[in-house]
Nanobody
Framework: QVRVAESGGDLVQAGGSLRLSCAAS????????MGWYRQAPGKQRELVAT???????NYSDSVQGRFTISRDNAKNMVYLQMNSLKVEDTAVYYC????????????????WGQGTQVTVSS
């Protein structure tokens, strides 16, 4: 069983910074991609950023240049440094981990955390 847990959400003023953390735990063969997604009230969940085990990064246009995703493969953790926060960044932020439970192509997993609330005030 693979488990994913986020932390670090908080209330912050516009222009401020916040760092989210996410830990993957349990029994698995690999974590191929870890990422952050967010869902604002009344909106669909959207991509924020992803990072592969090899360090390939993808950002959404809305956070490019303000947010930085990083990963510690040894600790099975992913981080999201958020700078220059805007009111429109307010959302529940979810961590996602995808990989293989065992070394077989049909043993893929895709796990989500419970989410952590980020609120940016004006």
């Amino acid at each position: 069983q693979v488990r994913v847990a986020e932390s670090g959400g908080d209330l912050v003023q516009a222009g401020g910074s916040l760092r989210l953390s996410c830990a993957a735990s349990g029994r698995f063969f690999s974590i191929d991609v870890m990422g952050w997604y967010r869902q604002a009230p009344g909106k669909q969940r959207e991509l924020v950023a992803t990072i592969t085990s090899g360090g390939i990064i993808n950002y959404s246009d809305s956070v490019q240049g303000r947010f930085t995703i990083s990963r510690d493969n040894a600790k099975n953790m992913v981080y999201l440094q958020m700078n220059s926060l805007k009111v429109e960044d307010t959302a529940v932020y979810y961590c996602n981990a995808r990989g293989l439970i065992r070394a077989e192509l049909d043993a893929q997993y895709d796990r989500w955390g419970q989410g952590t609330q980020v609120t940016v005030s004006s």
